[in-house]
């Protein structure tokens, strides 16, 4: 029964096609993992949307993570797309040396300052922003994979619930579960093919909204000092929580304790990291530090080193 998933989910907490998604997501990623790292045609997409959006990297991470214990599979991704916008990087500095861009960037201003014709020969003739270049190479082509496969089911299940609404039996379920979350109430809506099906989804939703608005303005009143005796329903207590799920969805399911102590590792052993990139022989690292150089298919850049130095620089000390 195509159908079965969409009940299943009426009888849990929460909007149900956000809990599908989840669910659906999982097994997505899940399966990315467990079969499709090496994929030609995965790994192109993965590449041409630079990585997968921020939700399901995340996702990505936690469920490598909690089923496998190690990063093997996100990291030959990663690893991978980190190496290409190394090159990309590397290959614009080292086509855009400082003094060239500095000199550009002079004449330009000083077209654009005196009158039309230079005004406009400076906008013809020089780039209009210095970094369009480089934004055009580091750009997304395409959607995160995951959004599009995932989006496109959950377009279906939302058009079948549509299309189901017309069963008793089905509505009087829907009608008992906690209803949609906006964002999926309006593409319900977008789908519906009858005002009777309008009519339900509003009357659902509406049933959901009316307390939880007073529930909400009862928690924000009752926060008041002068009404501060008066009892706090547990409900209201929890009212603006749900608010928030009522206009963006669900809130992504708590990962093991494991995950979010990775994550803070991770970004206190960087940020250590970074710290260490500073400059040595007193900034100019490159040119003046005989012990340096760069990581293989890396090139150095004046500019760089003066604002930084780089990554190498804290594993092999300068000599000088
Ligand atoms: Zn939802
Ligand atoms: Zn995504």
């Known amino acids: 029964m195509f159908t079965l998933d969409l009940r299943q989910a009426f009888r849990e907490a929460g909007c149900p096609i956000c809990r599908l998604r989840a669910k659906?997501?999982?097994?997505?990623?899940?399966?990315?993992?467990?079969?499709?790292?090496?994929?030609?045609?995965?790994?192109?997409?993965?590449?041409?949307?630079?990585?997968?959006?921020?939700?399901h990297a995340w996702e990505l991470q936690a469920i490598e993570q909690e089923h496998w214990g190690n990063g093997l599979g996100v990291g030959i991704i990663y690893e991978d797309l980190a190496s290409h916008v190394v090159g990309t990087l590397s290959a614009y500095l080292a086509a855009n040396p400082e003094p060239r861009a500095a000199r550009q960037a002079r004449l330009r201003e000083r077209l654009e300052r005196s009158g039309f014709i230079r005004q406009w020969l400076g906008r013809r003739l020089l780039r209009p922003s210095p970094a369009d270049?480089?934004?055009?190479?580091?750009?997304?082509?395409?959607?995160?994979?995951?959004?599009?496969?995932?989006?496109?089911?959950?377009?279906?299940?939302?058009?079948?619930?549509?299309?189901?609404?017309?069963?008793?039996?089905?509505?009087?379920?829907?009608?008992?579960?906690d209803g949609l979350c906006l964002?999926?109430?309006?593409?319900?809506l977008a789908l519906a093919r009858d005002e009777e099906a309008v009519r339900w989804l509003a009357e659902v939703a509406l049933n959901r909204l009316a307390p939880l608005a007073a529930d909400a303005a009862e928690y924000v009143r009752k926060i008041d000092w002068s009404n501060r005796h008066e009892p706090k329903h547990p409900w209201e207590q929890v009212s603006w929580v749900r608010a928030v799920a009522?206009?963006?969805?669900?809130?992504?399911?708590?990962?093991?304790?494991?995950?979010?102590?990775?994550?803070?590792?991770?970004?206190?052993?960087?940020?250590?990291r970074s710290k260490d990139m500073r400059p040595s022989c007193e900034g100019v690292y490159d040119t003046h530090c005989p012990g340096a150089s760069w990581p293989d298919g890396m090139e150095s850049s004046g500019a760089l080193s003066r604002a930084g130095g780089r990554a190498a620089g804290r594993d092999r000390p300068c000599p000088g």
């Open 183 to 188: 964002p999926h109430l309006r593409r319900a």
């Open 24 to 55: 659906m997501d999982g097994r997505h990623l899940y399966n990315l993992l467990y079969e499709n790292v090496t994929d030609g045609t995965t790994r192109m997409h993965i590449a041409r949307s630079k990585g997968l959006c921020q939700e």
């Open 246 to 272: 009522f206009f963006s969805g669900e809130a992504r399911a708590e990962r093991k304790a494991d995950v979010y102590e990775l994550r803070r590792t991770a970004l206190a052993e960087y940020h250590t």
């Open 133 to 177: 270049s480089l934004l055009e190479s580091l750009a997304a082509v395409e959607p995160c994979r995951v959004c599009e496969l995932i989006g496109g089911l959950v377009e279906i299940k939302v058009g079948w619930l549509v299309e189901e609404l017309a069963d008793p039996e089905f509505l009087a379920l829907y009608a008992a579960s």
